[in-house]
């Protein structure tokens, strides 16, 4: 079989063309999201520090339990503090 002159079939180039000097853009998106995840694991762990810090709290003022329930009744009871019964 005669292969089609100006054919490219590199392994490298999977089939395209690519422009020299461009920023390949699987790269820089591969970098981004590689960042991102960097901050969303440096939030979850700042997350847990602060969750375990108010469950120390809550055990301290005599009411241990589930920190999130006991944190959305705080808030209510803060939006709600004014309102007569």
Do not use: Y
């Not at 079939?9 to 820089?28: H, I």
């Amino acid at each position: 079989k005669k292969v089609g002159v100006g054919v490219i079939n590199n392994s490298t180039t999977m089939g395209r063309k690519s422009l020299m000097g461009a920023p390949d853009q699987t790269r820089l998106r591969i970098e981004a999201m590689e960042e991102q995840r960097s901050l969303r694991r440096t939030q979850m762990k700042q997350a847990r520090v602060d969750r375990a810090a108010e469950e120390q709290r809550n055990i301290s003022a005599g009411n241990p339990g589930d920190v999130d329930f006991i944190g959305l009744v705080r808030r209510w009871r803060e939006e709600h503090a004014g309102m007569a019964r």
